[in-house]
């Protein structure tokens, strides 16, 4: 390296009187060969020296590892020292760690297992043995994590929807914090855009109260703040209906209706409402609506209101659904119970019931108390006859089913009416070993008689009758006797379109006829009066003694009953 003395102001040295040279803070870079040249201001006033000057630079340093922002450890942390040594004096050249001038070994590495205060200091390098050489120094301090982290809030007080906040977390640590990072409610992310000491919150919601924390963090370690709890105050949101039991309400069981809200500060005052067609019916003034045994008349339509002093807040319409087994059956005949052979009819099943009916059952009762004839139609609630016959007639009920139960109508008795031209009857008695035939001829006159008898308004103001008092009731409940205004009327032609056509009450609608104590037999006679209508009030039950006839014997048709047997 040529130097000459003015070329460089680091170089200082007489410009035309000394050549001497001084290098100031000599550094790795400087090492080499340095030659001396004269200059004059003639044109080859120039001599260079052909003697060299060869510069050797030593370069020692502390190595420390890990490496830390200014050299801060925390306690117990462990920590490597080293002296590095380059240029001339690397080869071969030992060296030494000194800590605050004190030496520490011929060891030039030194291991620090538990950092503390103690090992605090400005590490320097030396050669062995020592010279008027050293390294620069390195001064390791005593560091810590993040202390004491904490959030101050403001503005302080209450916040309201609409409104903003500023949240500012701070902490002692050295090093100073790095990098912040702000959470809510214990989530597990951090908030986005949150690694500031400042979380600024604008224009609040509702959804923004809860609970908030810090984390700061520094090459130490990190430290969390308390959670700080952020309560906004807002009017009542996401109110709805809860329903307990849920599923499967059925008439009898207990059902709470509960008005649910969020609010803050909490819901203060609650309405329940019911829509009941066009009307709205208040239906009480408390968070819980119960209804302790539930009923059809229960299920509908309900909403509830929540209010605060913020503002209110309606629910949405929950329909409360009751379950219940059918009720009210009842049947209706058409055209009526009371129809002409050969006509059609139609039964129709209805019933009350939840979840609607799914299932009818059509019974028909024995006039005489004896086999129950069942029908079923699973289609619907319809039994059609075509055309009815005599056949049909007799007592009818239906049955409703569900899955929560089953219901049975009251009896209905269908009437089947007929013209009436001749009736042969015949009968057997048995009195001990014989039979005993008769046959019995009727003639219809011109002097028939009638009897004055109910209409079908009144016979169907009865009292429905039940399968159980049909076969229970004593015949003198069943068939009471009754007489009437007898008068005579004409014989109806044959094409006459009235349909009220006298008609015959069958003979096991008869009363059942007592043994007669002490006497071995008793020829009995029923006696039936015709009308336009039949009733059971038209029988008359006369007991034979000896060869008696009754009175008015050629007016009458007379049917001969066996003694019964018991």
């Known amino acids: 390296m040529l130097l000459s003395c003015c070329l460089d102001s680091s170089y200082t040295g007489g410009s035309y009187s000394s050549c001497s040279v001084q290098i100031r803070a000599v550094k790795l870079g400087d090492a080499g060969q340095y030659h001396f040249r004269f200059e004059t201001d003639q044109p080859l006033g120039r001599w260079t020296s052909p003697d060299t000057i060869t510069l050797d630079v030593t370069d020692l340093q502390v190595q420390v590892h890990p490496a830390r922002p200014g050299n801060m450890f925390g306690f117990g942390e462990t920590v490597f020292v080293s002296c590095q040594a380059r240029g001339c004096a690397a080869p071969g050249r030992s060296l030494a760690l000194y800590r605050n001038g004190l030496n520490l070994g011929s060891n030039e590495k030194k291991m620090i297992n538990r950092f503390d205060q103690q090992h605090a200091g400005a590490y320097t390098c030396r050669p062995i043995p020592p010279q008027n050489v050293q390294s620069p120094p390195v001064s390791l301090t005593m560091g810590h994590s993040p202390r004491s982290t904490s959030i101050a809030v403001f503005p302080a007080g209450e916040l309201s929807e609409g409104g903003s906040v500023t949240l500012t977390c701070s902490s002692d640590a050295a090093p100073p914090v790095e990098s912040f990072a702000w959470f809510k409610d214990n989530e597990s992310g951090s908030i986005p855009d949150s690694f500031r000491p400042q979380l600024h919150l604008s224009y609040l919601k509702y959804t ?109 319409v929950s329909s409360l659904t009751v379950l219940y087994p059918p009720k009210n059956t009842s049947i209706l005949a058409r055209p009526s119970s009371v129809v002409d052979a050969g006509r059609p009819l139609t039964l129709t099943c209805s019933s009350q019931a939840y979840p609607a009916v799914d299932n009818f059952t059509w019974h028909r009762l024995a006039l005489d108390g004896g086999t129950v004839h069942s029908w079923i139609t699973k289609s619907g609630p319809v039994f059609t006859f075509s055309e009815v016959g005599p056949g049909e007639s007799g007592q009818y009920y239906c049955e409703a089913r569900n899955r929560i139960g089953a219901h049975s109508s009251p009896v209905l008795t269908v009437r089947v009416r007929g013209r009436l031209k001749a009736i042969a ?16 001829a009727v003639m219809i006159s011109k002097n028939m008689h009638r009897v004055d008898t109910e209409s079908v308004d009144d016979i169907n103001k009865r009292p429905a009758v039940t399968p159980d008092t049909l076969r229970r009731e004593p015949a003198e409940q069943t068939l009471p006797v009754r007489t009437g205004k007898m008068s005579d009327i004409p014989e109806e032609p044959e094409d ?14 008869a009363p059942p006829i007592k043994e007669v104590s002490g006497r071995s037999s008793a020829s009995n006679f029923i006696t039936v009066h015709y009308s336009r209508m039949s009733s059971p009030d038209q029988v008359q039950v006369h007991n034979m003694r000896g060869e008696r006839k009754p009175r008015d014997s050629s007016k009458v048709v007379y049917t001969l009953l066996p003694q019964p047997r018991h």
């Open 208 to 316: 923004d109260r809860g609970e908030y924390y810090c984390v700061a963090r520094n090459s130490l370690g990190t430290d969390r703040s308390g959670s700080l709890l952020l309560n906004v105050s807002y009017s009542p949101k996401n109110t709805h209906v809860w329903t307990s039991p849920q599923r499967d309400i059925r008439e009898g069981s207990s059902v709470n209706l509960s008005c649910s809200s969020h609010a803050q500060p909490p819901p203060s005052r609650y309405v329940w409402y019911r829509i009941i067609g066009d009307q709205v019916v208040p239906k009480g003034h408390s968070q819980n609506l119960t209804f302790p045994s539930v009923g059809a008349q229960h299920a509908g339509q309900y909403y509830c209101i929540a209010s605060n002093r913020l503002g209110s807040q309606s629910s949405l």
């Open 425 to 440: 009857l015949a009968s057997a008695v048995g009195v001990s070993a014989g039979l005993i035939s008769l046959t019995v």
């Open 496 to 509: 006459l379109s009235d349909t009220s056509h006298p008609s015959i009450v069958p003979l096991m609608d």
